[in-house]
């Protein structure tokens, strides 16, 4: 068999060392591991999902993958989108599932934010793991999404907080996120390396978002300091915190 470096691209490399880095850091994948793969169809969950089903090739531990795929009422085309996931990844021999996350249906006034529409996101998946019989849950969330969510509850909430590479969920459901490592730059890089088949995102409050603010924010720090965003997250998350 040729050597990694031979089989793969310099940009699947790099991905692929990150990831494996938080693997071995966080202890995220062990030996007959059931993981439901959150797949939006954007560039983070589609580079998740391929890179674990290549790692899991030639991993020395073995786990399956079970991608599921959440509907979001508030969207027009949401079942267009489903439609076209569930195409991409059939032709990967990953068959999809999906689950409609009521969104609009449960809010209030009507209006949708993030913060609400992640819960019920985060709660379908719980319920479609439990279906499965999965006992972790991978979510796309990369490194500048972690250091962006140290600021938010900074900033917002007066609180040093952010997503943990891992967490126990209800004492049985491990939330799992093997990009941690990973810059956005990295995975915009892959993508465009080996074309893979995303689907825009088609949110009408993505660009309004306090989020968007963040990454602004880390952007221009990271260009005066390139620690930024790993001091960033030391700061919650602390020593264990490598990368």
């Known amino acids: 068999?040729?050597?990694?470096?031979?089989r793969f691209s310099k940009q699947?490399?790099?991905?692929?060392?990150?990831?494996?880095?938080?693997?071995?850091?966080?202890?995220?994948?062990?030996?007959?591991?059931?993981?439901?793969?959150?797949?939006?169809?954007?560039?983070?969950?589609?580079?998740?999902?391929?890179?674990?089903?290549?790692?899991?090739?030639?991993?020395?531990?073995?786990?399956?993958?079970?991608?599921?795929?959440?509907?979001?009422?508030?969207?027009?085309?949401s079942g267009e989108r489903a439609d076209a996931l569930i195409k991409i990844l059939s032709e990967w021999?990953?068959?999809?599932?999906?689950?409609?996350?009521?969104?609009?249906?449960?809010?209030?006034?009507?209006?949708?934010?993030?913060?609400?529409?992640?819960?019920v996101r985060r709660r379908q998946l719980f319920h479609s793991a439990e279906k499965l019989k999965c006992n972790k849950v991978a979510l796309g969330h990369h490194k500048d999404d972690i250091a962006q969510t140290v600021l938010l509850n900074l900033f917002y909430h007066g609180r040093k907080f952010t997503m943990m590479p891992t967490i126990l969920?209800?004492?049985?459901i491990h939330i799992i996120r093997p990009l941690s490592y990973v810059d956005e730059r990295d995975i915009l890089r892959y993508v465009e390396k080996e074309n893979l088949p995303i689907l825009e995102g088609t949110c009408p409050y993505s660009s309004v978002s306090k989020r968007k603010i963040m990454a602004e924010i880390v952007e221009r720090m990271q260009k005066e300091t390139p620690h930024a965003k790993s001091n960033i997250i030391r700061s919650t998350i602390g020593p264990q915190w490598k990368y």
Do not use: Q
């Open 169 to 172: 969920m209800f004492g049985k």
């Open 12 to 77: 699947h490399l790099t991905v692929s060392r990150k990831i494996g880095r938080a693997i071995h850091d966080f202890n995220l994948i062990e030996d007959g591991d059931r993981i439901l793969v959150g797949v939006s169809g954007g560039k983070d969950s589609l580079t998740l999902l391929k890179m674990l089903d290549t790692i899991r090739s030639y991993a020395p531990v073995k786990f399956s993958l079970h991608p599921v795929h959440v509907i979001l009422d508030f969207l027009e085309d």
């Open 1 to 6: 068999m040729a050597p990694l470096r031979k």
């Open 93 to 119: 021999d990953l068959p999809c599932e999906t689950m409609e996350a009521p969104v609009k249906r449960e809010s209030v006034d009507g209006t949708v934010n993030c913060f609400f529409c992640s819960w």
